[in-house]
């Protein structure tokens, strides 16, 4: 079955430690993206990537970083420096030449530092 | 800056009855989608649209792109439906950021047995 595995579902972390969450596709999609959700908010984009071993920043980039080393994986540190880090985060993926973009999510991992 | 609105925030609705949630955007946009958030947190596509309507199911989307408005539509609606219902838009522009969407807040459904 093809879909977006995400990694832990549930994630403690104390407060100053960095954390990554991890995003596997195997839709072949080029493009990936990191979003993050608060309560009575919208998705917002953290980063994305169009293609292997490039990605840009997204609306709030500050104290998260990125790597796409495969193009099946896309994983987020969420480091010390990002001042309020709980929260759930989504994965998705779409083709890169998609004129609609249609993108597929993950389950999703929720975060809470402690 | 591109605003996606929804309204309602939030819906309670009896089965069985006929439910209606409604995205506004403020730009041009090439395609809106619908999404399903369920209480576990995973999101599913439900539509994409650039014109007219659809329809699967129970569920039916439609979209006017003059009035820059959407509409989704529950008919018979059961508890199973209960959700969070997410609009999102990609706007026309192209360049940079063009993969991106901007979404709505989301509209809680909770339908009574």
């Known amino acids: 079955d093809g879909g977006i595995t995400q990694s832990p579902k549930y994630l403690f972390r104390k407060e100053g430690q960095n954390v990554t969450l991890s995003c596997e596709q195997n839709?072949?999609?080029?493009?990936m993206y990191w979003y993050r959700q608060d309560p009575g908010q919208g998705l917002r984009l953290i980063y994305y990537s169009q293609i292997v071993n490039d990605f840009q920043k997204g609306d709030i980039a500050e104290g998260y970083s990125v790597s796409r080393e495969k193009k099946e994986s896309f994983p987020l540190t969420v480091t010390s420096a990002q001042k309020n880090p709980t929260a759930f985060y989504l994965c998705?993926?779409?083709?890169?030449?998609?004129?609609?973009?249609?993108?597929?999510f993950g389950p999703g991992t929720r975060l809470t530092v402690l | 800056k591109n605003e996606v609105e929804q309204s309602p925030q939030n819906l309670t609705a009896q089965e069985g009855e006929f439910i209606t949630i409604n995205c506004s955007y403020s730009?041009?946009?090439?395609?809106l989608h619908w999404l399903q958030q369920h209480p576990g947190g995973g999101i599913v596509s439900l539509f994409m649209l650039s014109s007219g309507k659809k329809k699967h199911g129970r569920l039916i989307a439609t979209i006017n792109i003059q009035e820059k408005h959407s509409s989704l539509h529950i008919t018979a609606s059961h508890p199973r439906d209960s959700a969070v219902y997410i609009c999102a838009v990609r706007p026309a522009y192209s360049g940079a950021g063009s993969y991106q969407l901007t979404f709505g807040k989301g509209t809680k459904l909770s339908v009574i047995p």
């Open positions: 998705a993926s779409s083709l890169a030449h998609s004129p609609h973009n249609e993108q597929f």
């Open positions: 730009v041009g946009i090439s395609a």
């Open positions: 839709l072949n999609h080029d493009a």
